[in-house]
Every structure is written in structure tokens, then in C-alpha cells.
């Protein structure tokens, strides 16, 4: 098991491509925040993650108040908490407002958008991962507000680029799955750049993905995102990770910010909020399900972590959503 792995398992990930361009320079774009578009690129989605492939020539991505990211052929640049941000290359004096295409994205169309003043060309495809909003307290927490990876560093990345290449430029060929498959290559490049940086990360980062790669803490990770509902020990889990209660707390507590029991029960509660959700099974099943072995223990967690109980949140939740499709959303 990997810990990585195990969490991902547990998620709903979409991908989708939504734009293809050949510009020359100079030329510009600017994008709102994706909490701004979410609504109509991705309708349910909880939380995008936008990204931008350069495939050809070089680019500039940057956030008002970071530096700026310089981009090659190959890489693919992630803004994995949807910040509004620019991608150009050369000056322009007036950047285009991407809202301006909006109408071609939501059409589908993937024809090549072709435009710029002259110079050097650059070609590039953007898109979206969509995940739950839990993914913010796991593999995106702790992720700067903007980083790059070079997906030509081996074969699978190569081939993972390569493959949308292609299907980008055949996307309005006659023969049927071609959008499908576009998706489902956009979900695997989304793995491929978290297992990228998490190999690359120096060694003093914490976060999430620094503890997935630490050989104990990973271990006790993937445990527990593996079988929440077992009725894990802090000496169970030592015992997986193969080193002492006391070590396993500290290197835990050094890269999450919390204990593993603690971040076992926080994980049982986001799992519990997501079954209300999405299902229909009774609170104490619900309880049942993710480690509990009494309804007014699970109660108690549950308002403690998210506010209010069980039945309250799943009601709430459900009259939002009701709200939210009346007002077309």
C-alpha cells in the first residue's frame, strides 16, 4: 500500500481539457479564481484544481503577489486552490480577459484558438482536475499557490502528454469515446503531477504528500485511508509503520500538525459527512460504517468537527443543493 494511493481510492477525481491554443508573441490571458467558473465549467464539482500544458515554445504564469513561474515545452503548470492568475508570453498592454471565451469552453469546442502579434508561437492546453472539497485537507493542503512539472522527465509522462496531444487534435473526429477518453487521460496526468512533486519535495517540507512519502508516517497513512473503520491503536498503527508509538506520534504530529488517532477521527468524520450526503442509510449505520460503535459518541464527534449533528448537517446540506439547482447552478 502507499498512502497516496489509498486516499485516492477514496475520492471522486474528474478531468476535462477546455481549451487549446496556438498564440504568438506577444500575447496574453487572465483568468478569474475557479470558485468564480466552477459553476458552469463543472457543475457539482466542489473544488478545481486548473492547470495549463505547454506543448510547444515557452509561456509565463503568475499570481498577484508571487513570483512568476517561467514555463517550456513539457511543462505543466498547477494551481491546485484556483487562484486567479495570468499566463502570457512577451508585453502586451491589455491582457484578455478569459471570461471572453467562456462561450466556445462551454460549447465543447476544441478547435485551436489561434491569434497573438507575430513572434515566437506557443502552444498549450488548459484544463481542470475536479475533486471533493475534502482533497483540501489532503493531498492539496500544504501545496503553494502555484507550481510547475516537467511531464517529459520519463516514458509515462511523455506518453501521458503525448496521448492528449493528440486526442486534442482529433477531439472533433467522427469516432465515438474520443471526449471520454480525453477525461480520463486529464485524471491520470492530474496523479502523474502529484506523484511528481511529491518525489521532488525537499526534504524539510511537511504537508500532506511530504508525509505520504515519509517511509513511517506513509505507512500509517496508508493504513488508515485503507480501513478507516477499523478500530486502529496508536500501537496497531506503530506496529504497521514498524517503529515505536513515540516515534510514529512525533514524525506525525512534525508533517500533519496533529496526532495519528486525531487525524484518523477528523478522516472518519469527512467520510461520515460525505455518506449523508450522497446517501440515504440511517445515522447510526452511518456511524456503524466508519468506526463508531455508538450513535451518541458518533454524534458528539460529528457536531464537535462540522458544527451540527448528523441529521441537521445532512439537511442542511440537501436544502443548499436544492437551493442551488432551483437558481440554476
Same mark, same amino acid.
Given at each position: 500500500?502507499?498512502?497516496?494511493?489509498?486516499?485516492?481510492?477514496?475520492?471522486?477525481? %474528474? =478531468?476535462?481539457?477546455?481549451?487549446?491554443?496556438?498564440? %504568438?508573441?506577444?500575447?496574453?490571458?487572465?483568468?478569474?479564481?475557479?470558485?468564480?467558473?466552477?459553476?458552469?465549467?463543472?457543475?457539482?464539482?466542489?473544488?478545481?484544481?486548473?492547470?495549463?500544458?505547454?506543448?510547444?515554445?515557452?509561456?509565463?504564469?503568475?499570481?498577484?503577489?508571487?513570483?512568476?513561474?517561467?514555463?517550456?515545452?513539457?511543462?505543466?503548470?498547477?494551481?491546485?486552490?484556483?487562484?486567479?492568475?495570468?499566463? @502570457?508570453?512577451? +508585453?502586451?498592454?491589455?491582457? #484578455?480577459?478569459?471570461?471572453?471565451?467562456?462561450?466556445?469552453?462551454?460549447?465543447?469546442?476544441?478547435?485551436?484558438?489561434?491569434?497573438?502579434?507575430?513572434?515566437?508561437?506557443?502552444?498549450?492546453?488548459?484544463?481542470?482536475?475536479?475533486?471533493?472539497?475534502?482533497?483540501? @485537507?489532503?493531498?492539496?493542503?500544504?501545496?503553494?499557490?502555484?507550481?510547475?512539472?516537467?511531464?517529459?522527465?520519463?516514458?509515462? =509522462?511523455?506518453?501521458?502528454?503525448?496521448?492528449?496531444?493528440?486526442?486534442?487534435?482529433?477531439?472533433?473526429?467522427?469516432?465515438?469515446?474520443?471526449?471520454?477518453?480525453?477525461?480520463?487521460?486529464?485524471?491520470?496526468?492530474?496523479?502523474?503531477?502529484?506523484?511528481?512533486?511529491?518525489?521532488?519535495?525537499?526534504?524539510?517540507?511537511?504537508?500532506?504528500?511530504?508525509?505520504?512519502?515519509?517511509?513511517?508516517?506513509?505507512?500509517? !497513512?496508508?493504513?488508515?485511508? =485503507?480501513?478507516?473503520?477499523?478500530?486502529? #491503536?496508536?500501537?496497531?498503527?506503530?506496529?504497521?509503520?514498524?517503529?515505536?508509538? #513515540?516515534?510514529?506520534?512525533?514524525?506525525? %504530529? +512534525?508533517?500533519?500538525?496533529?496526532?495519528? /488517532?486525531?487525524?484518523?477521527?477528523?478522516? @472518519?468524520?469527512?467520510?461520515?459527512? @460525505?455518506? !449523508?450526503?450522497? %446517501?440515504?442509510?440511517?445515522? /447510526?449505520?452511518?456511524?456503524?460504517?466508519?468506526?463508531?460503535?455508538?450513535?451518541?459518541?458518533?454524534?458528539?464527534?460529528?457536531?464537535?468537527?462540522?458544527?451540527?449533528?448528523?441529521?441537521?448537517?445532512?439537511?442542511?446540506?440537501?436544502?443548499?443543493? #436544492? =437551493?442551488?439547482?432551483?437558481?440554476?447552478?
Amino acid at each position: 500500500m502507499d498512502a497516496l494511493s489509498e486516499a485516492l481510492r477514496s475520492f471522486r477525481i %474528474t =478531468g476535462a481539457v477546455f481549451f487549446n491554443a496556438e498564440l %504568438t508573441a506577444p500575447w496574453g490571458f487572465s483568468s478569474k479564481a475557479a470558485s468564480d467558473v466552477a459553476h458552469l465549467l463543472a457543475p457539482g464539482t466542489e473544488h478545481l484544481v486548473l492547470f495549463h500544458l505547454v506543448t510547444e515554445g515557452r509561456a509565463t504564469a503568475s499570481i498577484a503577489g508571487h513570483g512568476n513561474v517561467e514555463l517550456e515545452a513539457g511543462d505543466i503548470v498547477v494551481f491546485p486552490h484556483g487562484d486567479a492568475h495570468e499566463l @502570457r508570453h512577451g +508585453h502586451v498592454a491589455v491582457l #484578455t480577459d478569459s471570461a471572453e471565451l467562456l462561450p466556445k469552453i462551454l460549447s465543447g469546442s476544441l478547435e485551436v484558438e489561434r491569434g497573438g502579434g507575430g513572434g515566437e508561437p506557443t502552444k498549450f492546453v488548459c484544463g481542470y482536475f475536479g475533486c471533493e472539497r475534502y482533497a483540501e @485537507r489532503l493531498f492539496l493542503a500544504g501545496l503553494p499557490p502555484v507550481f510547475k512539472v516537467d511531464v517529459r522527465g520519463d516514458a509515462a =509522462g511523455a506518453w501521458l502528454e503525448t496521448s492528449i496531444r493528440h486526442l486534442v487534435s482529433e477531439v472533433e473526429s467522427p469516432r465515438a469515446g474520443r471526449r471520454a477518453l480525453l477525461s480520463k487521460l486529464s485524471e491520470a496526468l492530474f496523479i502523474e503531477v502529484l506523484c511528481r512533486y511529491m518525489d521532488a519535495l525537499p526534504p524539510e517540507r511537511i504537508g500532506w504528500l511530504a508525509a505520504a512519502r515519509d517511509p513511517m508516517v506513509g505507512k500509517a !497513512l496508508a493504513c488508515i485511508h =485503507g480501513a478507516p473503520a477499523r478500530a486502529w #491503536t496508536l500501537a496497531s498503527l506503530a506496529r504497521e509503520a514498524g517503529t515505536s508509538r #513515540t516515534v510514529l506520534v512525533d514524525r506525525f %504530529t +512534525h508533517l500533519l500538525g496533529q496526532s495519528p /488517532l486525531a487525524y484518523l477521527g477528523r478522516w @472518519r468524520l469527512q467520510i461520515a459527512a @460525505r455518506l !449523508l450526503e450522497t %446517501t440515504d442509510r440511517k445515522v /447510526l449505520q452511518v456511524a456503524l460504517d466508519v468506526g463508531y460503535e455508538s450513535e451518541a459518541a458518533f454524534n458528539r464527534a460529528f457536531k464537535r468537527e462540522l458544527g451540527a449533528p448528523p441529521a441537521r448537517y445532512r439537511r442542511s446540506v440537501r436544502e443548499t443543493m #436544492t =437551493g442551488l439547482v432551483a437558481r440554476g447552478h
